[in-house]
């Protein structure tokens, strides 16, 4: 599979897939997408801010990272201290299980790894799979100082199913407990499992690691398989974490090509991409943390604004909330509203709820559509069945942050937090599409 590189990816909707494949791959943890996204922004010039530096207010693209976030921009010459910002939000985590504390586990001569469920799991789909070990490290130097290594390993786990010999029920409706059925299989016999110092052999750029220095470490598993092609005419992309990797990738993609010399205009073109979406958001690096109020304040403080000049912005400022939705599924249509019944191939969502669980509102809309108009695609409304809770995003909670106008939008998947998702390639090629005509706002 090719990696395009940074804005390059082929217009074509399949060659924009396989990119997102590769992107996902390399992605298994937070911390691992934001270090793919920031080395895609260095290969298009961006540069990183470190956020203990005075921010530089010259023209050109930035980025911060912030643990398992990313917030990167892209300010044009003609930005003044309170011109607007045209912001893209998205998450870089995804359902799926941590590694608790003192996570070796010796039973009846297997080795398992303890962990807990990390957000809304569809725990059976994650059964009969070879899964990785991924996130990061706390290393010890030799000087004292902390310092944060990234590992991943290859297929090394499985959480096996029960036989149904052994569970002849099994069919009639699967109940796994959270304790004791998903701790994973990896070893057996002698000796005794070690699962930090394998962690410690697996940093991602080859380092030696003394497992004696680790001193905290935050791992997840990831599902291995590498995302297809899939379909009668190769329509369908199967792979992990489509929720919201997806997003990641296609506002990435859509920011290096609308900062691409005077395609920018005078507003700061900004995607921030925060971590621990699907647990609340509630951190330093989510969306209810004050990573992007952090970041913006911070431009505009460097443009030679001040509070005053910092509030008008926001007040001219949008934010695209860019989360995976639902398609309609075909096997359970009653779960979907009866009549807006968003279909594969025809689009992305604008995602819209009257209890403001999503942030969607008449004027943002207007926005959406013109965005959608500007960039030659089509989308489609979502609104929940009334029977069926609506689940919600970084989008209200930005609202409610920092007073932007905030719209809702996604690309439409079937299998939504299972450990492989699948999306339509059009649509998924009609959001970055749909995200570069907002960046633009021709």
């Known amino acids: 599979m090719t990696d395009h590189g940074p804005g390059t990816a082929p ?7 396989e990119d997102l494949a590769h992107f996902v791959a390399a992605s298994p943890s937070s ?24 921010f530089d207010g010259g023209p050109g693209g930035r980025y911060v990272v912030r643990d398992g976030a990313i917030v990167a921009w892209y300010t044009p010459a003609a930005a003044t201290p309170d011109q607007g910002f045209r912001i893209v939000g998205a998450h870089t985590d995804s359902p799926t299980f941590k590694v608790k504390p003192q996570s070796s586990i010796d039973r009846f001569g297997w080795h398992q790894i303890g962990v807990e469920v990390y957000g809304g799991a569809l725990l059976n789909s994650w059964l009969d799979r070879e899964l990785c070990l991924a996130g990061r ?4 130097a030799d000087d004292g100082r902390i310092e944060e290594k990234l590992v991943a390993t290859g297929p090394v786990a499985r959480i096996p199913q029960l036989a149904i010999h052994l569970d002849r029920s099994a069919n009639e409706g699967l109940t796994l407990d959270r304790q004791n059925h998903v701790q994973p299989v990896w070893g057996a016999g002698d000796p005794p499992s070690d699962v930090l110092g394998y962690l410690a052999a697996h940093e991602v750029n080859g380092e030696t690691i003394d497992p004696g220095s680790v001193t905290g470490y935050e791992i997840v598993l990831a599902d291995t398989q590498e995302g297809r092609l899939f379909g009668q005419n190769h329509e369908f992309l199967a792979s992990g974490r489509l929720d919201n990797l997806s997003s990641v990738h296609a506002g990435l993609e859509a920011l290096v090509r609308a900062s691409d010399g005077e395609a920018a205009r005078d507003e700061t073109l900004v995607l921030a991409a925060f971590d621990h979406e699907e647990i609340g958001s509630s951190s330093r690096s989510g969306a209810a943390g004050p990573i992007l109020d952090d970041v913006l304040v911070r431009i505009a403080a460097a443009r030679g604004g001040g509070p005053a000049e910092y509030r008008r912005a926001l007040a001219g400022s949008v934010c695209l909330s860019a989360d995976a939705g639902h398609l309609v599924h075909p096997n359970y249509p009653g779960h979907h509203d009866p009549v807006n019944q968003p279909k594969p191939g025809s689009g992305p969502l604008l995602k819209i709820n009257a209890n403001q669980r999503y942030a969607t509102d008449a004027v943002g809309a207007a926005i959406w559509a013109r965005a959608c108009e500007s960039a030659g695609v089509g989308y489609q409304e979502f609104v929940s069945n009334n029977d069926v809770p609506c689940g919600s995003t970084i989008g209200p909670i930005t609202a409610t942050r920092l007073g932007i106008r905030t719209i809702d939008v996604g690309l439409g998947l079937l299998s939504m937090h299972s450990a492989r998702e ?10 970055g599409r749909a995200l570069e005509g907002f960046y633009r706002n021709d």
């Open 11 to 17: 217009l074509d909707p399949r060659g924009n897939a």
């Open 31 to 54: 911390y691992h997408a934001v270090r793919q996204t920031a080395r895609r922004l260095e290969a298009a010039g961006f540069v990183r801010q470190h956020e203990t530096e005075d």
């Open 137 to 140: 490290l706390s290393v010890r």
């Open 422 to 431: 699948m999306c339509h390639v059009e649509d998924l090629w009609a959001l």
